[in-house]
């Protein structure tokens, strides 16, 4: 496992972080806690010390199991939560006010609460789950996160980016009032890398990406005939054609990069992540034990060359499942 700065906070984070959405077991369904808590267990032993989380992922479900796996462990392992928009809209929308998603007393609540879910005395890293940049100049964020800060309940704070829209958070970044961006950036979705990771390296911000297998599709897993269980968000995510559309998509990325198997296409697309020196930490959903060595593994493997990554460039695919 190798180690990268956290932007300025200078935490030094495992760039295989841990994203427990999956473990929280409402959109995601099949986890069950004695394997979440195996999968978290093996990740730490093997040198994980990052894990993101969110009070949103199964109502703080997700936040006790990690705060208990974290605890046991007896080792320094940096958390990451979320606050989830009062007005419970993901992704923000355009003309919504902030006083209906992130008003300052709600904001300091939310924190209180992810902090006994968690068992721990303060949150490293506090992120608004989502963002809208027409927010940039209110007060209310500013006063809720320096107010979390001074009071000791967290130590960092940043933003969690709309799907798809990098750009949105160049402006909050400038401010030089966040310490993180969570956003997503994968084989698919490459646009972070025009703007928004050079901004990052200018003021200190560090950058946390999600989604590294955009919801399991560059895993190479998922065919026409995948069938997610009833009441899985990725029925939605997945609807229609678009398994088969993923699977064409993946064939070609594994056939253009020489692959075996278009299951090799889960190690190319964590090393794909981790060959961007912005990136802080990436935070593939790992609900398994033979997940996190398998992104362990890619950390071993270090980042792809230079002819790999020219290949990845042509396989950006513009759009947006989650809507
Ligand atoms: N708005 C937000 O702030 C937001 C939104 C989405 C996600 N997130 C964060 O980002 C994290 C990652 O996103 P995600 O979990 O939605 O999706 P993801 O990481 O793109 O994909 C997760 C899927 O990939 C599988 N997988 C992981 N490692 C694998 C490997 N080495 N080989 C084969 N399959 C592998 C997982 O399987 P198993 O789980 O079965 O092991 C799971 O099915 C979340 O957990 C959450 O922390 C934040």
Redesign the pocket.
């Known amino acids: 496992m190798n180690y990268r700065k956290l932007g300025k906070t200078g935490l030094d984070v495992s760039e295989i972080g841990f994203?427990?959405?999956?473990i929280g077991k409402t959109m995601w369904i099949g986890a069950s806690d004695s394997e979440s808590l195996a999968?978290l267990r093996h990740a730490i032993d093997l040198g994980l010390n990052f894990i993101?989380?969110?009070l949103a992922y199964g109502d703080g479900h997700s936040e006790k199991l990690v705060g208990e796996a974290v605890r046991a462990s007896g080792k320094r392992v940096y958390i990451a939560t979320?606050v989830p928009p009062k007005n419970k809209r993901?992704p923000a929308r355009p003309g919504i006010g902030i006083e209906e998603a992130f008003p300052r007393d709600y904001v300091v609540e939310s924190t209180e609460t992810s902090l006994r879910n968690l068992g721990v005395e303060q949150i490293d890293v506090q992120q608004l789950?989502?963002w809208n940049p027409e927010w940039l100049a209110s007060d209310e964020w500013r006063r809720a996160l320096e107010d979390l800060k001074t009071s000791g309940k967290v130590k960092a704070v940043g933003i969690?980016i709309n799907?798809h829209q990098p750009d949105s958070a160049l402006g909050i970044i400038e401010t030089g009032l966040i310490d993180t961006v969570?956003v997503i950036y994968?084989i698919f979705d490459q646009t972070p890398a025009s703007s928004l990771f050079p901004a990052c390296v200018k003021h200190g911000v560090g950058v946390i990406v999600?989604?590294?297998?955009?919801?399991?599709a560059?895993?190479g897993?998922i065919t026409e005939a995948t069938v997610f269980p009833e009441g899985d968000f990725r029925n939605h995510y997945f609807r229609d054609d678009r398994k088969k559309q993923v699977e064409e998509r993946v064939k070609a990325i594994a056939a253009d990069t020489g692959l075996a198997s278009v299951?090799d296409v889960?190690?190319l697309a964590?090393r794909y992540c981790l060959s961007e020196a912005a990136v802080s930490t990436v935070?593939?959903?790992?609900?398994?034990m033979?997940?996190v060595d398998?992104?362990v593994r890619?950390s071993d493997n270090g980042p792809l060359d230079a002819a790999q990554l020219e290949t990845l460039r042509k396989h950006a695919w513009d759009r947006n499942f989650y809507g």
């Open positions: 994203g427990a959405w999956g999968a993101d989380t969110a979320k993901w789950h989502v969690s799907d969570q994968n999600r989604v590294p297998f955009d919801e399991g560059l895993t897993r299951t889960a190690n964590m935070i593939p959903g790992m609900r398994s033979s997940s398998g992104n890619a």
